[in-house]
């Protein structure tokens, strides 16, 4: 079961650097940001589904259903983080942000962006979501952030890992452009 009776989403902020000025990114990409192997919204859904008991893996990238068989009977989400941690080449099927201006180290020299919407966030229980509307209370608590009150209903989706106080937070789905802007504040 992926559904749950979540609350309207918590207003969060990401941040994530680009070396494209906030103009060139805009042509270059109107849609958002996007992963070098991006998903559309089905392929988003059916991955995310994987962590909650979905089998059906048809229709997603070939590497990604290598991992995925990798992962085992019952794939979880620290299965993931770790797939996103030690992948840093052109596969990547999501698009890393962080919680903070250090936007994970790669900030330095680079244009930094603010990413801000409206999220749920979740954590994999036995029955499935399980909304946490206090978000992660535990460095190795990884959740799913989403736009809706479930996956099949998520247009955003979302993990949240890392160090609770220094988190990823890496889209399996675009970033929208209407969610973006240049940070003008202090690093």
Known sequence: MTTSSAQP??????????????????????????????LNIEQARKFA???????????????????IGKWGRTPRLNDLSTYIKYTKDKST???????????GGQSAGAPLYEITMALNEFKIGRNGLEPLPGGRRKNMEFSLLLDGSSIETSQVIALNHGP??????????PIPMSNIKQYTGER
């Open 49 to 67: 589904s994987i962590f909650v008991g979905g089998k059906d893996t048809s229709g997603l990238p070939k590497h990604v259903v290598e991992n």
């Open 93 to 103: 099927v999501w698009v890393s942000t962080a919680i903070n201006t250090e936007a």
């Open 9 to 38: 989403g918590a207003k969060l902020t990401f941040y994530r650097a680009d070396n494209r000025t906030y103009e060139k990114l805009q042509q270059s990409s109107p849609e958002g940001f996007t992963a070098w192997v991006p």
């Open 164 to 173: 609770k106080d220094d988190a990823e937070v890496s889209f399996l789905t």
